[in-house]
């Protein structure tokens, strides 16, 4: 029994059952860390180094989630030609981290836009248009002014030219692929995260609001939280629709990991909610960083997680500042 429990262990970390399909990852589309996992019929997830990649392909082109880091973009677009031969449309960034917005310049010069009206010839102007909030954009176009650590500028082509600014807005069905919904979630990761969500498809893309490799990357000078991280995976849990006690429905596609369930998010959300409620009892009784830092109050994850120093001071520092 051992034996035959540890062989589907090995089986599950490398299948994922989708619509009845068991989709492996592609032996032929590994290559230095990219990876391609087929999750859906017109939807596939490239893993990168700097992050996850969510690949809608439709008749008319190809629909992005996160664009992946600088030096990963010319495998990154073999990767998309391996899924299909259209163009790239549409880029959503769910944040401003470079793993995430890195590939923006080059796969959208090489993208087209669809256009609507009396257009003769090409359907479609140079470029894929790049959306994401607007924290997004101000972040960038901040960085681009900034000289003082000799920061090349980000170039015009990689930051967003359709950006929103209150909680969600809606994508058209037509131009996109799916109906497609993007929700704004504040003070997580950081104050311009997004999920996207495949309405049709029933897959959520959660940028690193949700991860499964490490504790949450809280990013408190672009105004990140924990109590944001929370009510982000909160509003995950929201959005998505369990097959049956959390298991299976809606596919999820973390920022970082492996393509997940309701489940799984659950877990992650308890697990952060704890560790907030142990930093919050602590900072409470008047504790300094370095106390909380030592009495481990995430010492029940650390074999899972790994380092939590990073997590802890971000979300000492985060509920501090509520606290004041």
């Not at 998505?240 to 299976?248: C, K, Q, S, T, V």
Request: glycine share 10%; with cysteine; net charge neutral.
């Amino acid at each position: 029994m051992r034996r035959m429990l540890a062989l589907l262990a090995i089986v599950c970390s490398v299948s994922l059952q989708a619509d009845g399909q068991d989709v492996r990852l592609k032996p032929d589309a590994t290559d230095a860390g990219i990876r391609i996992l087929k999750i859906r019929d017109h939807v596939s997830m490239i893993q990168t180094p700097g992050g996850n990649i969510t690949v809608l392909a439709f008749p008319e082109g190809v629909t992005l989630v996160d664009s992946g880091p600088a030096d990963a973009v010319d495998k990154v677009l073999a990767a998309i030609r391996s899924v299909t031969p259209q163009p790239v449309r549409y880029i959503i960034n769910t944040s401003v981290d470079p793993g995430h917005t890195g590939g923006n310049d080059k796969l959208g010069s090489v993208g087209v836009q669809i256009t609507g009206g009396n257009v003769a010839g090409q359907v479609g102007t140079d470029g894929a248009e790049i959306i994401a909030h607007e924290n997004v954009l101000e972040r960038m176009s901040a960085r681009s002014k900034n000289d003082l650590n000799k920061v090349p500028p980000i170039p015009v082509r990689a930051m967003p030219q359709t950006t929103y600014h209150i909680d969600s807005i809606k994508l058209s069905t037509l131009y996109h692929g799916d109906g497609i919904q993007v929700f704004h979630v504040p003070a997580a990761h950081t104050d311009g995260d997004s999920l996207v969500y495949f309405r049709h498809n029933d897959v959520l893309a959660t940028g690193d609001v949700f991860l499964t490799t490490t504790y949450p990357v809280i990013d408190i000078e672009r105004g990140g939280s924990v109590n944001g991280i929370v009510d982000g995976l909160n509003k995950i849990l929201d959005l998505a629709f369990p097959d049956f006690r959390l298991e299976g429905g809606t596919l999820i596609v973390p920022g970082h990991g492996r393509v997940c369930d309701s489940a799984d998010v659950a877990y992650y959300r308890d697990m952060v909610t704890i560790v907030r409620d142990r930093i919050q009892d602590m900072i409470r009784k008047g504790m300094t960083l370095d106390q909380v830092k030592a009495a481990r109050p995430t010492r029940d994850y650390d074999p899972r997680y790994g380092s939590p120093d990073a997590f802890v001071e971000a979300a000492y520092k985060s509920l501090a500042v509520r606290k004041k």
